[in-house]
């Protein structure tokens, strides 16, 4: 019966990882894989995760399922970190929380729900957008729209990107990155949100916000403010969430899938269908990252750790990418690859075409995906001069 099946191309990013082991130069770089690295190259767990999984080792007393929904603990410290502490939404019941493997996970359960509750809705993603966006979508039976989101420049097109907002049919489903867009770095500033909020209101669209990355762009407050701005205006809003960067907890597949409805009745409504569609995904979900968040969280003194270890990351990323534009300086190229130093989270959209990639990984060993994406975790003082005599020798 499988006589039939064919072979298909494996991931463009995994088949990188296998490429670069096999590259014997001493002097490779990685900047495909998207996890963040230390200065050493490694991606270390956090101080703040060993406390805390030393605590759940002592003090675990079962390892029953959890519910559908999660771990109510989880939900209690991720709702308030995700929309507020002192979040309206939160005092008038209006946001339930269902934990989830990985923001991946939380992405799935959204495109299932909206295909059952909402069918006929189609959804749109900036263009482009992380690619697992249209393999999601797609398999869950919804049709794919794009609105541009980056010109031929390499900037920040926002007059492109409201114009086919403008556009795009009442009632439809648009997908926007809370921070630290992937794959381009390039963020909406606070007065661009309160544009896109009022196409939003005036096109009765659904926002469902990808939030992977809080914290990895300016803070952890700063990076939820279109979150916030769209959950308190709209009736209805729809949030993935993701613990994975922002808490290195990467292998453990922790997210949550937040829904916001109109009151608190309409809530339970909605909660009862996500748990549905939950169930029939994996009934259960990973209970060891949510319940290394939930002790975190819930400690005052691992908190502090965890946040100063946050910060540690983030500045270490933004610092790079000024390094990197100032290692290009005696070039001349700083300029034109600016928008790196301007760009926030692990990835930047450097303009590099293709056939550029293609150069700097056969003659340099530096592995990049074909589009120009890097992960810019992936600099270190060591290797940046090497990266800007590479990349203008590929110019």
């Not at 991946?104 to 495109?111: D, P, S, V, Y």
Request: proline share 5%.
């Amino acid at each position: 019966m499988f006589e039939h099946i064919e072979r298909v191309p494996g991931d463009a990013i995994l088949g990188l990882i296998e490429a670069f082991r096999k590259d014997t130069n001493p002097r490779k770089v990685d900047l495909g894989v998207g996890v963040y690295k230390d200065a050493q190259g490694n991606t270390p767990v956090l101080r703040a995760v060993k406390e805390a999984e030393a605590l759940l080792l002592k003090n675990e007393t079962t390892k029953t399922y959890i519910g559908s929904h999660g771990a109510p603990s989880y939900g209690d410290v991720i709702l308030p970190m995700v929309l507020g502490a002192g979040s309206p939404i939160l005092e008038a019941k209006r946001a339930s929380a269902t934990q989830s493997p990985g923001g991946t996970g939380a992405l799935r359960l959204a495109a299932d729900f909206i295909a059952n509750q909402l069918p006929g809705k189609g959804i749109w993603v900036s263009d482009p957008t992380w690619p697992n966006h249209h393999g999601i979508f797609t398999a869950a039976g919804i049709d794919l729209h794009k609105y541009p989101y980056v010109d031929p420049e390499n900037r920040l097109d926002f007059d492109g990107m409201l114009t086919a907002v403008k556009q795009i049919p009442q009632g439809d489903v648009i997908v926007l990155h809370a921070c630290c867009h992937n794959p381009t770095g390039f963020d909406l500033s606070q007065e661009q949100w309160q544009r896109v909020l009022e196409v939003v209101k005036e096109r009765n669209l659904l926002p469902l916000i990808d939030f992977a990355y809080q914290g990895f762009g300016e803070g952890l407050d700063e990076d939820a403010y279109g979150v916030r701005l769209m959950a308190e205006n709209l009736d209805e809003v729809i949030i993935t969430s993701s613990c994975s960067k922002n808490f290195g907890i990467y292998c453990e597949r922790t997210g949550c899938l937040i829904m916001v409805a109109k009151n608190d009745e309409q809530m339970e409504n909605v909660r009862s269908q996500v748990a549905i569609v939950a169930r029939e995904n994996y009934s259960n979900p990973p209970a060891h990252g949510g319940a290394i968040v939930s002790e975190i969280l819930h400690s005052a003194e691992l908190t502090a750790l965890w946040r100063e270890e946050l910060t540690e990351m983030r500045d270490r990323i933004n610092t790079l990418r000024r390094e990197f534009v100032e290692a290009l300086k005696p070039y001349g190229l700083d300029r034109k690859y600016a928008c790196v130093a301007e760009q926030r989270g692990m990835f930047s959209y450097t303009g590099l075409t293709p056939e550029q990639v293609d150069r700097l990984r056969d003659e340099f060993g530096i592995y990049m995906v074909r589009s120009g994406r890097a992960n810019v975790a992936g600099f270190s003082h060591e290797n940046l001069p090497y990266l800007a005599k590479a990349i203008a020798a590929v110019n």
